[in-house]
């Protein structure tokens, strides 16, 4: 398994970030990224079934061009960015139901420490109203 650097440093907020956050608002931009993360699924799904492909026909011990093991390099660290992001929103998502009520406050750092990665924190918690689900932004 390749793993991507899980102490990644808190991405610099694009968007402005609230220093609690509304349980429902947290619920939404856990929807989004379950939403965004599964169109990059989709998409890795597609990139490593095409590459699979490309082998099947190989004979074993045949060994082919750099290019086709960078992309599969490549894949994979997406695959395990992807796990890190399905880890972090699934904790998010932990942290929301175990709130009192849906308009219970919930502090940034509480977010930040369920949520490893910088990005995906700067997402949760972000006020802008997301709707960009392309599966092009990365951890």
Do not use: W
């Not at 190989?58 to 086709?68: A, L, Y």
């Amino acid at each position: 398994m390749i793993v991507i650097d899980e102490s990644q440093q808190e991405a610099t907020a694009t968007h402005e970030v609230a220093d609690v956050v509304p349980v429902h608002d947290l619920l939404a931009a856990c929807a989004r990224e379950a939403a965004r993360i599964a169109l990059a699924a989709e998409k890795l799904d597609t990139s490593m079934g095409a590459l699979l492909s490309h082998f099947a026909g190989k004979p074993d011990g045949v060994r082919t061009d750099d290019t086709h093991v960078r992309t599969l390099a490549q894949d994979l660290q997406d695959a395990d960015r992807i796990r890190q992001e399905l880890s972090g929103l699934a904790r998010a998502l932990n942290l929301a139901v175990a709130a009192q009520s849906m308009t219970a406050l919930l502090s940034a750092e509480q977010v930040r420490t369920c949520t490893p990665l910088g990005t995906l924190q700067t997402r949760l918690l972000s006020q802008r109203s997301a709707d960009n689900l392309s599966g092009s932004d990365r951890a």
